[in-house]
């Protein structure tokens, strides 16, 4: 795959049941349709990247630039540290150092929003950036080789919190959203600002040693079955 790069733009905006946050109120199916309109496929980017898996071959290794003028690295080393325990295989921590990050996260005030998409994510100094929140993933062959985001910290608790928590998980590979996913954070109209038990599964499917990047879809759902039994094991 040539080295170009996908960007996802997030504006924060049925199959599923009415218990969002009992996983046992999901079936298989409704998981492993979940998988399928998360992880293949892209709001924007290139269309031979939206078919196959999308994820970290190894360590994700963040580094948090705070321009904002409100600290909100605690929240974020929080959520970061949660999701290095709820989900097996995959091994995140948050780094200072700017040469071992392949995940950088930049908190800014809406001011200087733009300009921090356009000097530091998309490389532009003229054009938009829509949406509350950004991320940008660059391939390397077919797993991810980096991922950029941005996010908002000044308006309000609750949108941080949803850019945040949006924005990582998507930087982890599941980066299309889908109108359907009523319980999830994988959907623009949705008002979810945590982890969701459904949101737990995929990136625990995603992260299963089972799931290759690179897979496509045949691929991935040959063994999703299995995959799904050990997840269910582990979220209560």
Not at 117 to 122: A, I, K
């Amino acid at each position: 795959m040539q080295a170009a790069f996908l960007v996802l733009l997030v504006s924060l905006t049925s199959l599923i049941p009415a218990r969002a946050g009992d996983l046992s109120a999901f079936t298989d199916a409704q998981l492993i349709a979940g998988f399928r309109k998360t992880v293949f496929g892209a709001e924007f980017g290139s269309a031979q990247y939206e078919r196959i898996v999308k994820k970290f071959a190894g360590p994700v290794r963040m580094r948090v630039v705070d321009y904002s003028g409100t600290n909100r690295h605690r929240q974020i080393s929080a959520f970061v540290a949660s999701l290095h325990s709820k989900v097996d295989g995959l091994d995140i921590r948050i780094v200072n150092s700017k040469a071992r990050a392949n995940f950088t996260l930049y908190v800014v005030d809406r001011a200087s929003y733009l300009a921090t998409v356009q000097s530091n994510v998309l490389g532009l100094h003229s054009g938009a950036a829509p949406g509350q929140c950004l991320v940008r993933l660059v391939p390397s062959a077919s797993s991810i080789g980096s991922s950029t985001a941005v996010i908002v910290a000044d308006e309000g608790e609750s949108e941080f919190r949803r850019c945040m928590v949006e924005e990582i998980l998507q930087g982890l590979g599941p980066m299309n959203d889908n109108s359907s996913l009523t319980y999830s954070v994988f959907n623009d109209s949705s008002k979810h600002a945590d982890f969701m038990p459904f949101d737990r599964a995929i990136v625990s499917m995603l992260y299963d040693r089972r799931i290759r990047p690179g897979m496509n879809v045949r691929e991935a759902e040959a063994v999703l079955p299995d995959v799904i039994a050990d997840v269910r094991k582990r979220i209560r």
